[in-house]
């Protein structure tokens, strides 16, 4: 009798053990990728910043792994957006500068919306595009299911027209950052029993510099006009990032969502970009140059169900986040498929050690950059220098060795011809599989810049396929 009723009672269990299993989530991460616009590599807390106070982003790179050589691709907005999402050089398919018109991320390319969608994810992306206009190249035909945001390079904070939700116009905007930060939380909480990936691309820090009085208000002791707005600006950043955060605490998925906080490109510093107020110290140049100004950027990965907090020094590239993200997600790409980033968990979880990449390069037009191991060889806009605000050309090859020389002062090209020699050939054999830039090379961008003309002879050898 006792045994039948113990019979009677495990059946009975068996649908809310069912139940339960159904209920529990994915041990699959949720994947969070959050990008700055033209912020300052020396603006964050955890890179030393004194007078903007960044909490929110501060805790989330004590949560996980910083990246003290943390880069992107490029020195510019979409192209850099390109190679994030791609996890290629944006040069092997022609995104070499920002999209004029119709141009766009080509269709030909695959997304991490499009794979993790395919797998299963729910995928959003809220803020800023700047990958294509066209029907065919808009968010939702590139793999993410919703869309909150605008297509373009730039957006005022404050103006409603513009802004999308899907394909439909908003009629209504308080504060672009701050509503940016309420469908990011949105999207969350209406996700949280799924696996999701949500892309929150702020337009914060980019111009028109835009603020709230009462955020303006709380930065009175910056004299700078221009830096008191910049800060401003960041704070109203920051605070969306800490109610991103906060969601994630409370439908308890924190442990378990990788979680990416990177800049599109350096702090436009220079004379003759559109500049904003940021700083880029202890580097030398700003966007649009090949300096490390230009492509070092603030970098955190954070996954506290996988990764303990630690700081990482050995050089990654943004096109990292892409093959990193997929293989926490267990999604594989195609052996015709090659990406050019790597899958850096093995490296932050112990299991290999040693530099994830050999070398890691940059052309974006007459500028190209090679770093390998300390030794950088590169040519970058002479307006670094000269600071004239007009055409330059790029300089000669100029070989640094970065460990002892991070401010890139001391050219060393003469004196070590070999070494040279040595980045020079690695560069040449990477940019056979660049193609010639689809769009670019004079007027005006779509960030109000004057745009850089297109690869020449010195950057672009003669073995690219162009």
């Known amino acids: 009798m006792i045994l039948r009723l113990g019979l009677f009672i495990a059946v009975l269990l068996i649908p809310v053990a069912l139940l339960r299993a159904a209920d529990t989530p994915s041990k699959k991460p949720n994947i969070l990728l959050i990008v700055a616009d033209d912020l300052g590599y020396a603006d964050v807390g955890f890179h030393g910043c004194q007078d903007i106070p960044t909490p929110h982003i501060d805790e989330l790179a004590k949560s996980g792994v910083r990246f003290t050589n943390g880069y992107v691709s490029g020195p510019y907005c979409s192209p850099t957006r390109a190679g994030l999402l791609t996890g290629r050089y944006q040069t092997r398919f022609g ?49 993410f299911e919703e869309f909150f945001g605008f297509l373009g390079g730039a957006h005022s904070y404050f103006e409603h027209n513009g802004i999308l939700r899907g394909t439909e116009p908003v009629k209504e905007l308080d504060y672009t950052t701050d509503a940016f930060g309420r469908e990011a939380v949105s999207f969350i909480e209406r996700h949280k029993s799924e696996n999701w990936m949500l892309y929150l691309a702020f337009n914060a820090v980019h111009t028109p510099m835009d603020a709230t009085n009462d955020r303006l208000a709380k930065f009175s002791s910056i004299a700078d006009k221009q830096r008191r707005t910049y800060a401003a600006m960041m704070l109203a950043m920051d605070e969306a990032i800490g109610k991103v955060r906060a969601k994630l605490k409370e439908t308890g998925l924190a442990d378990n969502t990788l979680v990416v906080f990177i800049s599109d490109n350096g702090g436009p510093t220079m004379v003759g970009v559109t500049v904003n107020g940021s700083r880029n110290e202890p580097l030398r140049g700003s966007k649009r140059t090949t300096l490390e100004g230009g492509v070092r950027v603030p970098f955190v990965l954070s996954w506290p169900a996988k990764l303990k907090p630690a700081v990482f020094e050995q050089p990654v590239i943004q096109l990292d986040v892409n093959a990193t993200a997929l293989a926490a997600a267990e999604v594989s790409t195609k052996p015709n498929e090659k990406l050019d980033g790597i899958n850096l968990l093995p490296y932050l979880t112990g299991e290999k050690s040693g530099a994830p990449h050999d070398s890691l390069f940059w052309r974006f037009g007459n500028q190209m950059a090679v770093r390998s191991g300390d030794f950088k060889l590169v040519r970058y806009d002479s307006n670094a220098d000269t600071q004239t605000g007009r055409a330059q050309p790029a300089t000669a090859a100029k070989l640094y060795n970065l460990a002892q020389d991070i401010h890139e002062d001391r050219d060393l090209a003469a004196a070590m011809p070999e070494k040279v020699k040595e980045l020079q050939a690695k560069w040449d054999e990477w940019n056979t599989s660049n193609v010639k830039p689809l769009w670019g090379g004079g007027g005006k961008d779509n960030d109000g810049d004057p745009a850089p003309k297109k690869p020449g002879k010195k950057a672009n050898n003669k073995k690219s396929n162009e």
């Open 95 to 143: 995104h070499e500068f920002n999209p004029n018109g119709d141009a766009g991320l080509p269709v030909s390319e695959t997304t991490i919306a499009d794979r993790l969608k395919a797998a299963g994810y729910k995928t959003g992306l809220v803020g800023k595009w700047h990958l294509g206009n066209q029907p065919q190249m808009q968010p939702q035909r590139r793999g």
